[in-house]
């Protein structure tokens, strides 16, 4: 056996805390929080705020922001993944699941379009956004979500890249028919998972 062979195989072993094998294909590992809007940052006062689930459901639920700061709350630590290339690692949050939401509903619709103050859709799947899968967080490593990082609160769904995590949202509608949001419909993929680098339509 050769040393070159034995040394690989010492340095390729994974050890705990290893950064290794999280970030996907194409991605650079980011220590700061870039911010990425394509439009003003909105300031929507609390007072205003309300989260909403519409479309095809059997009853549309609104909730106040105390009535959603009321709900059973998840901490939650994920890694995320902007198309632009950056991922960060461990970032802490802290909020509503989807599941708690959507659980307020009967709906037999397949989509969910999240909207947000200032006009920002995205698409989902259904079954991308339950079991654990995505949340409406307001709190960030602790701290009240700042404004330009979509507070007072945002979507938080991290298996897929971050512009379907959508800033300053507002509630959901549930669909029938899939429908690009934003950026999917200004050529970013359809769905975005980034461990298969869905960036962009046809990837
Ligand atoms: N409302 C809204 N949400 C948005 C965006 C946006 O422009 N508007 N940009 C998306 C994109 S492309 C990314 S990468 C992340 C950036 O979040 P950050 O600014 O907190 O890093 O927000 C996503 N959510
Ligand atoms: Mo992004």
Request: charged share 25%; net charge negative.
């Amino acid at each position: 056996m050769s040393e070159e062979f034995i040394s690989r195989g010492f340095r390729g072993r994974r050890k705990p805390g290893d950064q290794s094998g999280r970030i996907p294909p194409g991605q650079y590992l980011e220590r700061g929080f870039p911010v990425l809007s394509a439009g003003p940052t909105q300031h929507t006062p609390l007072a205003n705020w309300d989260f909403s689930i519409v479309g095809e459901v059997d009853q549309p639920k609104r909730w106040s922001w105390d009535e959603f700061r009321a709900l059973p709350r998840e901490t939650v630590t994920k890694d995320i993944h902007c198309v632009t290339k950056w991922s960060k690692l461990d970032t802490h949050w802290e909020g509503v699941s989807l599941d708690t939401l959507l659980a307020q509903v009967k709906t037999s619709a397949s989509y969910v379009i999240a909207f947000s103050d200032g006009g920002y859709t995205t698409n989902l799947p259904l079954d991308e956004v339950l079991d654990g899968q995505a949340w409406v967080v307001d709190t960030y490593e602790g701290q009240p979500l700042e404004p330009q990082h979509g507070g007072p609160a945002r979507l938080l769904v991290p298996h897929l890249y971050f512009w379907k995590s959508a800033k300053w949202v507002r509630g959901l509608r549930l669909v029938d028919e899939d429908e690009p949001g934003f950026w999917e419909s200004l050529g970013y993929n359809n769905h975005g998972d980034p461990w298969k680098e869905e960036r962009y339509w046809g990837d």
